[in-house]
């Protein structure tokens, strides 16, 4: 089975502070996505990365920051945390090609800026 | 134009019974897959089941199945025999071979079984 993890299922942290989540995928996927997911606006995709070292931006990139400098971790960074990103983060891995792979979920992290 | 529509925000249904949840999808690429996820309230999306846009028959999964009708560009999920483990909020979710790196969501609908 597809095993992705989240570092921390709950965050809690203090405006202006710098926060990673870190994810890591178990099965050479080499798409990776960080989703932020809040209450009736479904998923909205902050970052993806389709290989090392590539990132692109997604619906929501503000804020944010990516980093993939391993095939099987991706990291979404909070250069200066805002209220306005409590959320939910999800991060996600995928095959590249074809249109019939699905998306793999890590847990979640529930992250509180305070 | 949003790429997936979920026009329900929340159903209701009786365990036991059988529940369609809707879906319709926008695309101009021939060749796409559709998913259905399920997330309890503890967070975490599990993939249900696939349709692929070349795909003869309806998907199947167990209690799931995918109705799927490509002119119409709708992709509903039906559970049949509703246990109240079902309560969860839905995701449908595009995935075009074009654009293969990006996946598409819709904003989910909360389904509650009532004993």
Known sequence: DVKVTQSSRYLVKRTGEKVFLECVQDMDHENMFWYRQDPGLGLRLIYFSYDVKMKEKGDIPEGYSVSREKKERFSLILESASTNQTSMYLCASSFRQGASSPLHFGNGTRLTVT | ?115
Do not use: H
Request: proline share 3%; glycine share 8%.
């Open chain 2, 1 to 115: 134009a949003q790429k997936i529509t979920q026009t329900q925000p929340g159903m209701f249904v009786q365990e036991k019974e059988a529940v369609t949840l809707d879906c319709t999808y926008d695309t101009s690429d021939p060749s796409y897959g559709l998913f259905w996820y399920k997330q309890p309230s503890s967070g975490e999306m599990i993939f249900l089941i696939y349709q692929g846009s070349y795909d003869q028959q309806n998907a199947t999964e167990g209690r799931y199945s995918l109705n799927f009708q490509k002119a119409r560009k709708s992709a509903n999920l039906v559970i049949s025999a509703s246990q109240l483990g079902d309560s969860a909020m839905y995701f449908c979710a595009m995935r075009e071979m074009d654009t293969g790196n990006q996946f598409y969501f819709g904003t989910g609908t909360s389904l509650t079984v009532i004993p």
